[in-house]
């Protein structure tokens, strides 16, 4: 019972865990029959009863302890609270993550399935958020072997349901370089947005042919649209 107990607890393993407790149960199943039958032939009549009671009961208890476990890897449970806590600060430690808002986990066939939504400044590049990302999967996967899968989803902001949904960044690119446009004359050379709940930031780089006035009434156009907060403007010149 104990060797095979002591690899099911290793592997976190619940069917090696069932096993182990079937052989417990078979020992202490034919130790309780002994007794009864010591016990009848010692002018206790009642003895193999009770031991047929006890075996009962045994078995009872490790069916349930059985079934109890099995439910448990069906509706795919999350870790215990310990894992939990050290999976998300592990993940709040690494550098760059702001906050971390959702952490999921479930656990399948004595593995750890993870899920978590972090968040991280909103201006940085799509390639330092997957570098942050990368890193805090790195941390967790190192300190928990059980651990068969983290996905980190990278925020601007708490996306959580509560939270109002961004903005179209589609049509607010179409709008900046229509109104950008409009106003110079030329098209921006290259265009970048910071997309946020409360407002955008437009950042356009022009060209050279662009004088400081065509510059200031572009930047006064872009302003005039809905959610944009802010515009900055970079000229080669």
Request: aromatic share 4%; with cysteine.
């Amino acid at each position: 019972f104990r060797a095979t107990m002591r690899v099911a607890n290793r592997h976190d393993h619940a069917l090696l865990r069932a096993n182990a407790v079937h052989h417990r149960t078979d020992a202490l199943s034919s130790i309780a029959v002994f007794i009864g039958l010591l016990a009848s032939m010692y002018g206790f009549s009642s003895g193999d009863l009770v031991a047929a009671l006890v075996v009962g009961l045994l078995l009872l208890r490790a069916g349930l302890r059985i079934m109890w476990e099995a439910g448990l890897e069906l509706s795919e449970a999350g870790v215990d609270s310990e894992t939990y806590t050290v999976m998300r600060e592990l993940i709040l430690e690494t550098g760059g993550v702001e906050d971390l808002h959702l952490l999921k986990t479930k656990t399948v066939g004595g593995r750890i399935f993870a899920e978590a939504h972090v968040q991280v400044h909103p201006k940085l590049s799509v390639t330092q958020g997957h570098e942050i990302a990368h890193r805090a999967v790195d941390r967790v996967m190192e300190a928990l072997p059980l651990l068969q899968d983290l996905t980190v989803h990278v925020d601007p902001e708490d996306d959580q349901e509560d939270a109002p949904a961004l903005p179209n960044g589609y049509e607010i690119e179409a709008a900046v370089r229509s109104a950008w446009k409009d106003a110079t004359g030329t098209n921006p050379i290259e265009l970048t947005l910071h997309l946020l709940v409360q407002g955008t930031t437009a950042v356009l780089v022009c060209s050279s042919e662009v004088n400081d006035e065509a510059i200031a009434s572009g930047r006064d156009a872009v302003m005039r649209l809905d959610h944009v907060e802010d515009v900055q403007v970079l000229s080669p010149r």
